[in-house]
């Protein structure tokens, strides 16, 4: 007989597992490398609470708004998770599987939390807009997600540089004064997109019609 876990507990125990590895790495090594895990899994976790709190209400305020806005500020943070892999290389002290198992760990829950994350908004949008709407805005979100991943990654703009919309505007302009810039971020964006969405169709339940219960 399988066991059976709620999405919670599995989340959990995988981050457990994540930090874990990460313990024990530094402990063996005595190094600080891919401590900074932690801290970006903090911040994958943060969109899947605002979207844990917005499933939760029954109609659309300007709080409700203010929310969205903030969940989809924090939501590129999860994803972006997998980029950490461009880190892994050999380093003394450890083997490089280990690593890669490390980051593997950290990059998954990711991902599990920027789907039910999504799937909350979706569902609670769902109540609000008709389906061909809700198809468009959840296709939108991905290309949104991936060149906020791309802003973060190459750019080095983190969600809360949104408080300094001038610093954060001459930081994204050399996205527009570099054609080489200008298209890598344009391959990136579609690129990651693409893998994000083509992922999300096959985990995905809600807009095949099969309710998901936010205890399993």
């Keep these: 007989m399988m066991l059976r876990f709620t999405f919670r507990q599995v989340v959990h125990t995988f981050a457990l597992f994540a930090i874990t590895l990460c313990a024990c790495r530094l402990i063996k090594t005595g190094t600080m ?125 983190n969600s809360w540089d949104v408080i300094h919309p001038f610093s954060m505007m001459r930081a994204c302009s050399r996205l527009f004064l570099n054609a080489h810039v200008a298209m890598d971020a344009a391959a990136f964006t579609i690129v990651f997109a693409s893998l994000l969405l083509f992922l999300f169709l096959v985990v995905d339940r809600r807009l095949h019609e099969r309710p998901l219960d936010d205890k399993t």
């Design 33 to 157: 490398a891919y401590v900074f895990l932690v801290w970006n899994l903090f911040l994958a976790f943060v969109p899947w609470w605002v979207s844990s709190y917005i499933s939760k209400q029954n109609r659309i305020s300007g709080k409700c708004i203010v929310l969205l806005l903030t969940w989809l500020l924090f939501l590129p943070n999860a994803p972006y998770l997998l980029t950490d892999l461009f880190h892994l290389r050999q380093r003394p002290g450890i083997p490089q599987w280990f690593d890669l198992a490390l980051i593997l760990s950290f990059a998954s829950t990711g991902l599990l939390v920027f789907y039910r994350s999504l799937d909350q908004v979706l569902g609670f949008l769902m109540n609000f807009i008709s389906r061909r709407k809700l198809l468009w805005f959840s296709y939108s979100v991905f290309f949104l997600i991936a060149f906020g991943v791309y802003l973060g990654r190459f750019i080095r703009l």
